[in-house]
């Protein structure tokens, strides 16, 4: 998603501005530009990568800059920011709703617009506010929009000045020896910023005199404290080059103890009475975080006897609100950041619903309006495939299942111990990457790949099938295996692909049949299952054995052969599983 920065600083800022756009690169993007104000304001922007804007220099020490997810408009060297109207030069992340009205007003005023971009409507709208003061203009162009935004503006009268505000979009503001900087995240401003403070939706943020302000919606000063961000998120390089994906799915044993350890550190008591009294639990997430919601349901209802409802997030919103009063929602996101997952929080708020948010990230917008906040310790996790941060995630919806039941028994469930064996599990599961290699190498010219399971199984299969799908460009899908002769097995043909996860001994005998319904036409079968004897007693082609554990355990660890089958698939394929095509690493609009 879009990524915008702005520094302010005593010597020239370009150097801090490319550097921060670097940074901003894993969030996925497809133009970037600069702007620099010193003598006069420069503007430089490119379709293609933040490296195209080396060829630039301009000095100065005020800039904004910008990484572009295009929404409105192709990627193009006219669409991407900052955009220019009278003195001012803007960078926006968002979606501004009712830019088509808005434009036409502007048109019929007489205004001309250069971009397809609904950012570039805010722009003139700032320019037209402006009459020296740059933070009343930028406040009465944004009371104009709906939608969502952050923003960073200066006016190229105003050197050494940048104002920033933030509605639904991620906004920080840091302070380093570079300068003084607003950011759409904390691991970009890594190594920049030593201090960061968080902007709410409708504050603004103002750097002036070499100081940074924050301000409410009626421009009333905030106070605000700085404080230093989490050292590990701010870890954006892989040791010895390579691929972050590669590196951050050999970190999960590492990401699971760091993980532990601060669940054992949580003090649960202040949320024992939702938990002890929650007649219905909703779980909200997207994509990989859906699919560790869908665990957490499976586990809790089995173990707490709650229902769990789990819809993904952008759903939930939009279905007759349902939750309520004393009603719990859990709200899953590694970013913390994803709008659909916030709106969702949002609105159960709204209804007076309690919301527990399970984050990677402890200063997001979703921790700051969670009532109760689970933080994993996966560290930053920078390429847009998650991983580790899917197994950590699992361990923090294990943990608060098993609370659930313990604020409703006393008493922890079985597997309750074994979540200290998770760490050397996901180690042994290393040892299938062979196997998956040699997998990845009969698969790699696959067109399709079905992705079975039954029960916690089919979460892993979900799970399995959006990894190579969104890496490997493959189409994938992640199927109950009983559902198969309802209709997918018409698809299977001589040598098609089907992987097969089975790790319940009750559930395994049945699995067995849709891999037989597989291999009697032709299929090719692959099974990961942590029973040597449902194993041997298989009539799959490629057998992989996973390491033992409690079953409700198991997709923490039998997710890890796939992410790296998924990770494998992608560089046969001459994909840059860092990169996928089309995909940001933080989903900041609907
Ligand atoms: O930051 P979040 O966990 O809220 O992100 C949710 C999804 O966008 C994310 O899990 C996405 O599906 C991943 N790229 C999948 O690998």
Request: with cysteine.
């Amino acid at each position: 998603m879009c990524g915008i920065i702005g520094c302010v600083s005593e010597k020239d800022c370009y150097g801090a501005l490319y550097d921060g756009l670097k940074r901003l690169e894993y969030r996925g993007y497809d133009s970037a530009g600069i702007a620099v104000l010193g003598e006069k304001l420069e503007i430089f922007k490119k379709k293609g990568g933040v490296a195209n804007l080396s060829a630039f220099y301009a000095r100065g020490g005020t800039g904004i800059g910008h990484t572009r997810w295009a929404t409105h408009g192709a990627p193009s060297d006219t669409n991407a920011h900052p955009h220019r109207a009278g003195k001012i030069a803007l960078v926006h992340n968002g979606i501004v709703e009712n830019y088509a009205s808005l434009k036409e007003e502007l048109e019929e005023e007489g205004e001309r617009f250069r971009s397809e971009t609904d950012s570039e409507v805010l722009a003139k709208l700032v320019a037209r506010a402006y009459r020296g003061d740059l933070l009343a203009a930028v406040r009465e162009a944004l009371s104009r929009a709906e939608g969502s935004y952050a923003v960073a503006v200066i006016a190229e009268d105003r050197p050494g000045e940048l104002v920033a505000a933030k509605y639904k979009s991620p906004l920080v503001a840091g302070k380093g020896a570079a300068g003084l900087f607003v950011c759409s995240d904390v691991p970009a401003l890594a190594g920049a910023a030593d201090y960061i403070a968080q902007a709410e939706d409708g504050e603004f943020v103002r750097i002036a005199g070499g100081e940074i302000f924050f301000y409410d919606k009626e421009l009333r000063p905030l106070p605000k404290t700085f404080f230093r961000p989490q050292r590990e998120l701010c870890a954006l390089s892989v040791a010895g080059g390579g691929y972050f994906m590669r590196a951050e799915i050999g970190e999960i044993p590492r990401a699971l103890r760091d993980t532990l350890g601060l669940l054992k550190q949580t003090d649960f008591a202040p949320c024992a009475r939702v938990l002890r009294g929650a007649k219905r639990v909703f779980a909200v997430a997207c994509g990989t975080a859906y699919h560790s919601a869908l665990v957490f349901a499976d586990v809790a209802e089995r173990e707490a006897g709650v229902p769990v409802i789990c819809h993904t997030a952008g759903e939930f919103r939009y279905r007759p609100p349902l939750i309520g009063e004393g009603e719990l929602l859990i709200a899953v996101s590694q970013s913390g950041e994803t709008a659909d997952t916030l709106e969702a929080a949002r609105l159960a708020k709204a209804r007076g619903a309690y919301v527990v948010a399970v984050t990677n990230i402890g200063c997001s917008s979703l921790a700051a309006l969670a009532d109760f906040c689970i933080v994993m310790g996966a560290g930053a996790e920078i390429a847009v495939a998650a991983t580790k941060s899917y197994n950590c995630q699992l361990l923090c919806l294990y943990y608060l299942a098993a609370q659930l039941l313990f604020f409703k028994e006393q008493r922890y469930p079985d597997w309750f111990y074994a979540l200290d064996d998770l760490c050397s599990a996901a180690e042994r599961a290393f040892s299938c990457f062979a196997e998956a290699d040699a997998l990845a190498d009969g698969l790699k010219s696959a067109r399709a790949i079905y992705y079975l399971g039954r029960g916690l199984d089919l979460c892993t299969a979900k799970e399995g099938a959006l990894k190579v799908k969104e890496i490997a460009c493959v189409f994938a899908e992640g199927y109950p295996a009983g559902e198969l002769k309802h209709g997918s097995l018409a698809l299977v043909e001589e040598g098609f692909p089907v992987v097969c996860v089975s790790t319940s001994r009750a559930l395994a005998k049945k699995s067995e049949n849709a891999l037989a319904e597989v291999k009697s036409r032709g299929g090719f079968c692959a099974l990961f299952s942590q029973y040597g004897d449902v194993l041997e007693d298989s009539c799959a082609d490629f057998k992989c054995l996973l390491p033992a554990l409690p079953e409700a355990l198991m997709p923490a660890v039998s997710v890890i052969p796939l992410q790296y089958f998924a990770y494998k698939m992608c560089i046969e394929r001459g994909f840059d599983p860092d990169k996928p095509r089309n995909l940001a690493k933080s989903v900041t609009v609907e």
